[in-house]
């Protein structure tokens, strides 16, 4: 099996521990000193289970020592696909407390994301619940460990069918539990947004990820009173760490689990728990926006309302305070690392027109032009950084390594940004083929290979296109072979191939044939971006 490792320079390590960014905290330890502090203190609520910090904790001691009397050993991976339920928080410090490794999926991910971190992460266990938003997650796992032979134990939260139920896991040894992680173990694999291909795995260690929930905890002033609701499926970098539930619960804040981020899930949700602050993609924040003026629920709890994951058009920003009642903090960050945020006590015009300012006074920002040169204030840029939580490198993906990293350290995040005299940054897009949809971060080359599995499909060009709800969406342009398809059958086929359904094209535009320069060559990058150009063009005229 291939180590887990995130390693910073000597120097750099000793920079971030004398500042005290790295504590040589874990999250077992952050949890056990939470409930020497508050052991009857609300933590969790998810649903009808409300769990207090020693009840989330001795819940999670009882699953450590269940999956290792099951059979995984200490530094095995294990896949977590788990809807906003309470059980995913004491599962995944099972999982630490065990010195067993969460690999985050998304409920969205089908056969095709999930066989792929099983394969990269060599897990040899998998965790989901039995069926959620009408989805049968066993059927799946059956589906996976055929084509992954050595996920050996599948364990369920509810009706296991022919696997393991959670709450029938054996009564392990408190004996067999491990000592504690060391601060710079690799703690979990997280997932990228797949520029190009299938996302990778990003291990984050016990110190640089608690840095960054414990700094974003402090920066949107978190205390034991506040109340934080995970709306966004809980495994995405943003609902876990921004501050999230990880950052909440170091505060001694409680969680709230949305089973939905929908109004009609998350306002009755605020009234009865008393929710302070919660975060959203644009798009929902949208939704929200529209239904509060009219919903029966007091949101006046509310005090902030973050909004991440994509651009937040000014426009929209500024109904926050007047329909909500709130502050809003917009987000901008990545699972990879740097995450910036505008302060709570920043100008509203500060607040309304950039996306915020990073954590760290040590992290390190380059915004450069194509050839690699600074570009001037307030010109925009590629996005360039290092830091005391930002990454050097994915797991097993060398390829992507290079790709990613400048030999000194620094990631290329793709982003496009200008930064603001204050040091606010500005996202202005993305500079690769890359589509974000409400969000969900596309590989544009992702879906083109699949669309080129279909026997109809001679060519295709997967591009973004701007829109007003979800900020962009995908538009697929093909040429046909034989037949032409329907679009609704080909994006049913898609679908079948065990393809997450935020990355079936929402537009499907069939044509005669692509440009090409003289010699028949042209660049997949300048094919998309003419594709682009001519349809917006076209909708224009």
Not at 72 to 81: F, I, P, Y
Not at 481 to 508: C, N, S
């Amino acid at each position: 099996m291939r180590p887990l490792q995130q390693v910073w320079p000597t120097a750099f390590a000793a920079r971030y521990s004398d500042k005290g960014y790295w504590r040589g905290e874990t999250f077992t330890s952050f949890l056990r000193a939470r409930v020497a502090a508050m052991p009857d203190r609300l933590a969790v609520i998810g649903g009808e289970q409300r769990w207090s910090f020693a009840e989330l904790d001795a819940r999670a001691e009882r699953l450590a020592r269940g999956l290792l009397a099951l059979g995984l050993k200490l530094g095995d991976r294990v896949v977590v696909q788990l809807p906003n339920i309470a059980e995913f928080l004491s599962v995944v410090f099972g999982l630490f407390r065990a010195r067993l490794v969460p690999v985050y999926a998304l409920p969205a991910h089908r056969s095709v994301e999930i066989v792929h971190f099983a394969r990269t992460a060599e897990a040899r266990g998998y965790i989901i619940a039995d069926r959620h938003d009408g989805f049968d997650y066993r059927a799946l796992a059956q589906e996976v460990c055929g084509e992954v032979p050595e996920l050996a134990h599948v364990v369920v939260v509810g009706e296991a069918g022919p696997f393991t139920a959670l709450d029938a896991l054996p009564d392990g040894d408190a004996a067999a539990l491990p000592e504690d992680a060391e601060p710079s173990d690799v703690a979990f694999l997280q997932i990228s947004g797949g520029s190009t291909g299938l996302s990778k795995l990003i291990p984050r260690t016990h110190d640089d990820y608690i840095y960054s929930f414990r700094a974003s905890a402090e920066i949107c002033r978190l205390t034991p009173d506040s109340v934080y609701l995970a709306a966004l499926p809980v495994a995405h970098n943003f609902p876990m760490s921004s501050p999230g539930v990880f950052g909440a619960l170091y505060a001694g804040s409680r969680v709230v689990l949305a089973p939905s981020p929908s109004p009609e899930a998350a306002f009755p949700l605020i009234a009865r728990e008393g929710v302070t602050i919660t975060g959203l993609v644009p798009p929902l924040a949208l939704l929200w926006l529209q239904a509060a003026p009219t919903t029966p629920h007091d949101l006046s709890s509310l005090e902030v309302l973050q909004v991440g994951g994509a651009k937040f058009l000014a426009e929209s920003a500024r109904r926050v305070r007047p329909v909500l009642g709130c502050t809003l903090q917009q987000v901008f960050g990545m699972a990879e690392g740097l995450v910036n945020y505008t302060r709570l006590d920043d100008p509203e015009e500060t607040i309304v027109t950039t996306q915020g300012r990073p954590i760290s006074p040590d992290d390190e920002v380059l915004i450069l032009d194509d050839e690699g040169r600074p570009v001037p204030e307030g010109e925009a840029g590629n996005l360039l950084t290092r830091g005391p939580y930002t990454i050097r490198a994915y797991h097993n993906n060398d390829g992507a390594n290079a790709r990613a990293f400048t030999p000194d350290g620094f990631y290329r995040t793709g982003d496009v940004v200008k930064r603001m005299l204050d040091g606010n940054l500005v996202v202005q897009g993305r500079a690769g083929d890359h589509i974000n949809r409400a969000g969900e971060k596309i590989s544009a080359e992702e879906i083109e290979d699949h669309l080129l599995g279909h026997p109809n499909v001679f060519d295709a060009a997967v591009v973004s296109l701007p829109d007003a709800f979800l900020g962009e969406r995908s538009c697929a342009f093909i040429i046909a072979q034989g037949e032409t398809p329907k679009a609704a059958a080909l994006k049913a086929w898609m679908r079948r191939r065990g393809l997450a359904d935020f990355k079936v094209p929402d537009q499907i535009v069939f044509v005669d044939g692509f440009e090409t320069t003289a010699v028949g060559k042209v660049s997949r990058k300048e094919l998309r971006a003419s594709l682009r150009r001519r349809f917006l063009a076209q909708a224009e005229g």
